[in-house]
Structure formats: C-alpha cells, structure tokens
C-alpha cells in the first residue's frame, strides 16, 4: 500500500510538470529570468569556432557512505545529476553561437578542441557549486574555478526550458567568451590543428607523433603538418567522423534522460530548497538556544515535517527513474566499413568499445602495426 501511494504521488507530480515537458531546445536556456545575461557571439567565423566537448560531470559521491546522508547526497539522484547538468551547459553554449558544435562527452576526448570538464560540490535545490575546468586540444588552461549559484523563491515552479542555476551556466560561458575572443584567429586555427594532429596521434602513434612537440611545459604544438592531400589523414578524418557520429548518437540520449527528468527533478529540487531553509532555521534556533520558542512553532513544525514527509517520498521516485535510467540505457547500432555493429551497456562503456573498433579499423585499413 505504501509503494502504490507513492507511485499514486508520482503520477500527480508528473501530471503537474507536463507543462514543463515542452522541451529544452526549444524554449533555449538563453532566456534568464534575472541576473547574468548571456553574451553572444553571432558574427563568429568558421576560422574563429571551435568545437567543444563537455565530459559528463564527476558526480562528487564520497566513497564513505556513512558521510552521504550528512552531506545531503543520494547517489542514485546525484549520478543523474551528472548527465543532466552538462545538457544544461551545452545548450547554453549553443545558445551564444560563439562555438562550432557542442557535444556532450560520456568520457574525456584529449584532442578535444575544447574540454570542459566539472565536479559537482554541491546541490540541494537551495545551492549549487560546480568545479569548473576548461582547456584546448594545446593543453592551455582556460577556466579552473569554483561557480556557485543559489536559487531564489522566484526560481520556483522551474519554467519550461529553464533552470534554477542559469546565471551560474551564464557565467561559465561568458568567460569562456571573453577568453576566446582575447585570442587571435592564428591562434584559434592552431588550436584546431593540433586537436587534429592529436587525435591522428592517438590512432597511429608511430605516424603521426613527429607532427606534435611538447614545450617544457608539456603544452602541445605543430612541428609541421601533412600535406593537404595525405590519404592517411584522408582515413584519420574518416574515423574522427565516425566517432563523431557515435557521440552525436549519445547526445541523443542524454537529451532524452533530460526531457524525462526535467519535470520531476525540478519538483524534487523545489522541495529540497525548502528543506534546506527549513533546517538553516532550525539550525539558527539552535545556536541562539530558542529551547521553547515563539507562538506558532508547532505550526512551523508541522510544516517543516509536512516538507520533509513529501520530499521523501520524491525523493524514492528520483531513485527510481534515476536507477531506471542507469540500467536501462539503450543499445546504440553503428555502421562503419559495411559493417553493422550492436554496441550495449553503459554510454561510456559503449563509447569505449566503439573507439576501440574505430583503432582496429584503421590499424587494418592502412596495414600499421596496433600500437601496443
């Protein structure tokens, strides 16, 4: 009986966020409701873009699960966190058009034009604080940086598209916006370059490694490049494309988990800010040492277990669709070379498996010795 209430819950608060279900892309994330504005870029060049992948955020899960509960964590919901929050960053980017193609990466892509990468530190529907790092395919550092943002009243119920956090997203694009624009179009081709060279580098090791030089620092740059007619790179470009084309598969896929998510999890993020007012309250009577309190604190009592009561029971339907979702991913079908190939399990195991296909492809198609 209680599972079937809770499932009867579950079913009111979807009904309730169907009207949050309209779409991610198609509201854009570059609309705020206050605050950061997101700066644009509309006249960027095919010589001035760059790509940019953005890895699947590090769930920031301790290892010691007695620390969980204190900290505020439930892993099943935190992991999806992970795949939802950089579909969030990607269409931001989008939104400023100051970038070639933005994918989401289910692991780090080193000869990626652009990484980001991120850490979660904090969330609870009240607070988030993400550790940021950003850098190009040369090994420059562009953004090494914690971003917090906190929800406001007004950022409750979450409008279709939108985000509690959009000015922290804001921020972290406009930076990355101002960095690249402080660079010249010289230096935005190299960078493309050498993620170029990098990536033919990671196929063939004994080929093309004399085309790269490390400095002293260990940043990457051009010795030479190959002729423009090379038939080697012909095939390098081939298979980045192929693997392009698993990643855009993915991207699928994790807009899918977002659509699915959206409603719910901004419920569950809804309620989760109120507890974490309520217990700062709580907390706050405490260190002033209120043992009896004022005149209505039983009503704020049973408010405060009336929040908590319905969080929970949320907080076991995010479990859930989030579980679902970790075990559930659907099988990716690739085609390369005639060949048809059924890739299953996880997104980044499935990543793997594809990348690994792609090297024993070349290895054979050019006749080259594997690298051991």
């Keep these: 009986m209680i599972r079937l209430s809770n499932w009867l819950v579950f079913l009111c608060l979807c009904i309730l966020g169907v009207t949050m279900r309209a779409g991610f892309t198609q509201a854009g994330a570059g609309a705020s409701a206050g ?29 010691d699960e007695s620390t969980h509960s204190k900290l505020g964590i439930f892993p099943e919901i935190r992991k999806s966190e992970a795949k939802f929050m950089p579909v969030i960053l990607r269409q931001v980017l989008i939104e400023s058009g100051a970038w070639g193609v933005v994918r989401v990466l289910p692991e780090v892509l080193d000869s990626s034009e652009l990484l980001i990468t991120s850490r979660i530190l904090h969330s609870d529907g009240l607070r988030l ?69 990098r990536y033919a580098a990671s196929l063939s090791p004994e080929v093309f490694a004399h085309y790269l030089a490390r400095t002293e620092g260990g940043a990457y740059m051009l010795a030479r490049l190959p002729a423009e007619d090379d038939p080697m790179m012909g095939r390098v470009n081939r298979i980045r ?24 999890y901004n419920l569950w993020r809804q309620f989760g800010r109120e507890q974490a007012i309520y217990r700062k309250s709580y907390q706050d009577r405490v260190t002033s040492k209120e043992r009896r309190g004022r005149r209505g604190t039983f009503a704020a009592m049973e ?66 010795t594997p690298d051991a």
């Design 129 to 197: 604080a993400l550790k940021i790092k950003a850098h190009d395919a040369t090994g420059r550092l562009w953004l090494d940086k914690v971003y917090v943002d906190e929800a406001s009243q007004g950022d409750y119920p979450v409008t279709a598209g939108g985000d509690p956090y959009l000015d922290l997203y804001h921020q972290v694009a406009n930076e990355l916006l101002t960095l690249k624009q402080g660079m010249s179009s010289k230096e935005l081709r190299n960078i493309r370059q050498v993620g170029l060279m």
């Design 35 to 63: 605050g950061v504005p997101l700066r644009t870029d509309r006249q960027a060049s095919v010589e001035t873009v760059l790509d940019v992948g953005v890895v699947i955020f590090d769930s920031g899960i301790p290892e």
């Design 303 to 368: 408010q405060t277990y009336e929040a908590y009561k319905w969080s929970k029971i949320h907080e076991q339907d995010m479990d859930e669709l989030a579980l679902g979702f970790n075990n559930e991913v659907a099988p990716t079908v690739m085609e390369v070379s005639g060949k048809v190939f059924r890739l299953n399990g996880t997104l980044d195991t499935q990543y793997t498996e594809w990348r690994d296909i792609l090297r024993k492809i070349f290895v054979i198609e050019t006749g080259l």
């Design 241 to 264: 494309n192929q693997e392009y084309l698993f990643i855009d598969t993915v991207d699928e896929q994790y807009a899918t988990l977002y659509e699915e998510m959206a409603p719910t």
